[in-house]
């Protein structure tokens, strides 16, 4: 009789990692970064494991042409501190998406990762471009067709 009680647990350096190009022309930030965030952390493949990174690599182009819904173009807040007094800094989405479309993305995106060194580490794996040309048509990435 055989055990078949056991879990199974992937190892990082045996899951296949695929490339996948995203096209965010008239996406919304939100729901475009959940759905990154689940890719890039792997939770959409049967071998998901919490602590190891079995997420594929994400190629997001033309990403200053993301919207917000509402109002939040005018009253979304991007805020950073420098640690001196008086050193907050503040930002309409408006602003920042017109300076640092790649800004707006990774932000939405790292909120949803984890917290920790494999959250970084997935992170990386995300390549965000403002326009519609991307330099990774080496690794022959596939159109991603994302439905919300």
Same mark, same amino acid.
């Given at each position: 009789?055989?055990?078949?009680? +056991? ?10 990692? +695929? ?18 965030? $689940? ?7 049967? $071998? ?40 907050? +800094? ?19 995106? +790292? ?38």
């Amino acid at each position: 009789m055989l055990k078949s009680d +056991k879990s199974f647990m992937a190892k990082e350096n045996e899951v296949e990692k +695929k490339w996948y190009v995203v096209d965010a022309t008239d996406l919304v930030v939100g729901r475009l970064a959940s759905e990154i965030a $689940i890719r890039l952390r792997g939770k959409h493949k049967p $071998i998901f494991t919490p602590h190891n990174d079995t997420g594929d690599f994400i190629v997001v182009v033309n990403a200053d042409k993301v919207r917000f819904t509402g109002n939040k173009l005018q009253d979304k807040l991007y805020t950073r501190y420098s640690g001196f007094i008086g050193g907050l +800094k503040q930002a309409a989405a408006k602003t920042v998406l017109a300076a640092k479309p790649r800004q707006v993305l990774v932000s939405a995106v +790292k909120g949803m990762l984890p917290k920790n060194s494999l959250g970084r580490r997935q992170l990386k794996k995300l390549k965000i471009y403002a326009g519609s040309d991307h330099p990774h048509s080496a690794q022959k990435p596939v159109k991603l067709e994302l439905k919300f």
